[in-house]
């Protein structure tokens, strides 16, 4: 089924640690993009991309990286986990960045 | 004030009930707006973008007002598994994609 699959699905890592959250898509589309999803404040922004090659800040980018190699993959990566990092992670991509964004089943990261 | 504004609720409504919710959005520059259904621990999945004219996809109205900056979705003939949360989403540009922080529903038997 064509879709958004991240990896993994839930993981807990001691603080300190560095994780690389996986997000694959193969739907062709150029924006993708990562946000977490905490209690209370909803999806946030952490980067975005709009395009191999090219990616931007959002609204929470500290504490994380991205890279756009190709198309399909748009991994997110904590080079020294904290738990304030604690949250569900999604990873979306659209045709473009006004379309509608369809989103991965998520990644559950508890640091501790 | 933040940039799009939900009611948490929740919403409780009978089976067969009419519900409507609001999203106000602060950004007169927008351009895109959807609504979004979230099950819980699950992601978020689009329901319906809004238009200009306002739009329908069977059960579901969707309206907005620019004039007074918000959103809004009709849900007719309501069904159990309408429960959820329903997430706002606006579009202001260069990748400035804004969810509200979503109105949960509970539909009861």
């Known amino acids: 089924t064509a879709g958004i699959t991240q990896a993994p699905t839930s993981q807990i890592l001691a603080a300190g640690r560095s994780m690389t959250l996986r997000c694959t898509q193969d739907?062709?589309?150029?924006?993708m993009y990562w946000y977490r999803q905490d209690l209370g404040l909803g999806l946030r922004l952490i980067h975005y991309?709009?395009?191999?090659?090219?990616?931007g800040k959002g609204e929470v980018p500290d504490g994380y990286s991205v890279s756009r190699a190709n198309t399909d993959d748009f991994p997110l990566t904590l080079a020294s986990a904290v738990p304030s990092q604690t949250s569900v992670y999604f990873c979306?991509?659209?045709?473009?960045?006004?379309?509608?964004?369809?989103f991965g089943d998520g990644t559950r990261l508890s640091i501790l | 004030r933040k940039e799009v504004e939900q009611d948490p609720g929740p919403f409780n409504v009978p089976e067969g009930a009419t519900v409507a919710f609001n999203c106000t959005y602060s950004?007169?520059?927008?351009?895109?707006f959807f609504w979004y259904r979230q099950d819980c621990r699950k992601e978020p999945k689009l329901l319906m973008s809004?238009?200009?004219s306002g739009n329908e996809d069977g059960r579901f109205t969707a309206q907005l007002n620019r004039a007074s900056q918000y959103i809004s979705l009709l849900i007719r003939d309501s069904k159990l598994s309408d429960s959820a949360t329903y997430l706002c989403?606006?579009?202001?540009?260069?990748?400035?994609?804004?969810f509200g922080t979503g109105t949960r529903l509970k539909v009861l038997a």
């Open positions: 979306a991509s659209s045709v473009e960045g006004s379309q509608p964004q369809h």
């Open positions: 739907m062709r589309h150029n924006a």
């Open positions: 991309s709009n395009t191999a090659g090219t990616t």
């Open positions: 950004n007169s520059a927008s351009q895109s």
């Open positions: 809004v238009y200009s």
């Open positions: 989403a606006v579009y202001s540009g260069t990748y400035k994609y804004i």
